[in-house]
């Protein structure tokens, strides 16, 4: 893999052979900036010395193309976020982490939602980009449904912030799995993919979202 970035844009390729069963997946893709507005927090924890410094970049246009098992596939109007830290993290940890990154009747359209991940009482991760804009929320809540004492993924979800100005309805339609349970070391990672519908709140007035793609994602560690 290749990741290259000349101030302007990003640029990613590369291959991965044998991927699945003989089969190979190439990409090559270039993301662009379609606003200079992005999310930087640097979050503490309660435990002393350590914190979390993080970047996020929404609205990242994205062209180019993947292949998989002899197959082109052109990405046409996707849009892609940069996800950007480092820290000193605890070893035991949850988080809940949203991205939405799209286009929608003439506007682009995104958020980063997410908390859980340490002391977020004095500033949050949470806000909304439209076009050349960006708006703070406050604290948000992700409803996972539950079936038999357990988180149900696949299941629809309702996202909400605390003053009611998100109102989000989460359609998921597959959860990518992973993570490691090695004594010590364990890691439970749901991100689910799908789509977003409701209202946002922006600049007093309602903008409507409707089946717009993204994920959402709840990741437990100790490590």
Do not use: C
């Amino acid at each position: 893999m290749h990741f290259d970035n000349d101030g302007k844009t990003r640029h990613l390729y590369g291959i991965f052979h044998n991927l699945e069963k003989g089969k190979d997946l190439e990409f090559n893709i270039i993301l662009t900036p379609t606003t200079d507005k992005t999310m930087v927090i640097a979050t503490p924890f309660t435990k002393k010395r350590h914190f979390y410094y993080n970047q996020k970049r929404n609205n990242l246009k994205a062209g180019g193309w993947f292949s998989y098992d002899g197959r082109n596939y052109d990405l046409g109007d996707a849009y892609g976020v940069l996800d950007w830290g480092r820290g000193v993290w605890t070893y035991k940890n949850t988080w809940y982490w949203s991205s939405l990154n799209a286009y929608q009747d003439g506007h682009t359209i995104g958020f980063n939602l997410g908390y859980g991940f340490g002391d977020t009482s004095r500033a949050t991760e949470n806000m909304i980009f439209l076009d050349d804009k960006a708006y703070k929320l406050n604290q948000v809540v992700f409803h996972i449904p539950e079936k038999d004492g357990r988180d149900d993924f696949l299941s629809d979800w309702r996202i909400e912030s605390d003053n009611k100005e998100l109102q989000l309805t989460f359609h998921p339609l597959f959860v990518r799995k992973g993570g490691a349970n090695a004594l010590i070391i364990q890691s439970d990672q749901n991100q689910v993919f799908g789509y977003f519908s409701g209202t946002l709140i922006i600049d007093s007035e309602p903008f409507e979202i409707h089946n717009l793609l993204g994920f959402a994602e709840k990741v437990y560690n100790r490590w």
